[in-house]
Antibody, heavy 116, light 110 residues
Framework: QVQLQESGPGLGKPSETLSLICTVS????????WSWIRQPPGKGLEWIAF???????DYNPSLTSRATISLDTSKNQLSLRLSSVTAADTAVYYC??????????WGQGTLVTVSS | EIVLTQSPGTLSVSPGERATLSCRAS???????LAWYQQKPGQAPRLLIY???SRATGIPDRFSGSGSGTDFTLTISRLEPEDSAVYHC???????????FGQGTKLEIK
């Protein structure tokens, strides 16, 4: 059974770089592709980035200059770095397995609040 | 970028009845890459439907998806109180590689 668990700082300051980790269990991350998706409080879902098992990456054009997604195969983890954060980046951040254009399963999410 | 518009924003239906949720795309979407998710308060989204009409593992047959081109529908029959949730549609575009979500429809069971 595939399970995903996000972890993050909880709180970040404006202009800083946000770092999130997603630990995957039940499968090797090299067997699939993965994504990060976020949801601001009370709002809809926004896809952030995608990493192929080969290491190729795709990004939402609105975030491509600030987001970096990567895999750590030794730890079976994927990560997200988001630079120059503002209050608009406050959201629940989810990781999910990406399978033929859909996301399944999802982690339970981690809330990140950006505030001075 | 393809924009997905879901309607209605909120739907209130009685138990035992049927709910019909709409997802309209600004451009033609490949049916292979149209999915629906259910999200209950405080929880992550759960995949319900993929490929526009295929149910994900463990999803009851009360949930069905249909549509093609720019118009897609999620139908939930024999509504139960536990179906109260926000439902999101999502599409994947291969060129460029990009995922988009609708803004969600909130389903309330009276």
């Amino acid at each position: 059974q595939v399970q995903l668990q996000e972890s993050g700082p909880g709180l970040g300051k404006p202009s800083e770089t946000l770092s999130l980790i997603c630990t995957v269990s039940g499968v090797s991350i090299t067997d699939y592709s993965w994504s990060w998706i976020r949801q601001p409080p009370g709002k809809g879902l926004e896809w952030i980035a995608f990493v192929y098992y080969s290491g190729r990456t795709d990004y939402n054009p609105s975030l491509t200059s600030r987001a970096t997604i990567s895999l750590d195969t030794s730890k079976n983890q994927l990560s997200l770095r988001l630079s120059s954060v503002t209050a608009a980046d406050t959201a629940v951040y989810y990781c999910a397995r990406a399978l033929f254009g859909r996301f399944d399963p999802w982690g339970q999410g981690t809330l990140v609040t950006v505030s001075s | 970028e393809i924009v997905l518009t879901q309607s209605p924003g909120t739907l209130s239906v009685s138990p035992g009845e049927r709910a019909t949720l709409s997802c309209r795309a600004s451009q033609t979407v490949s049916s292979s890459y149209l999915a629906w998710y259910q999200q209950k308060p405080g929880q992550a989204p759960r995949l319900l439907i993929y490929g526009a009409s295929s149910r994900a593992t463990g999803i009851p047959d009360r949930f069905s998806g249909s549509g093609s081109g720019t118009d897609f529908t999620l139908t939930i029959s024999r509504l139960e109180p536990e179906d109260s949730a926000v439902y999101h549609c999502q599409e994947y575009d291969t060129t460029p590689s990009m995922y988009s979500f609708g803004q969600g429809t909130k389903l309330e069971i009276k």
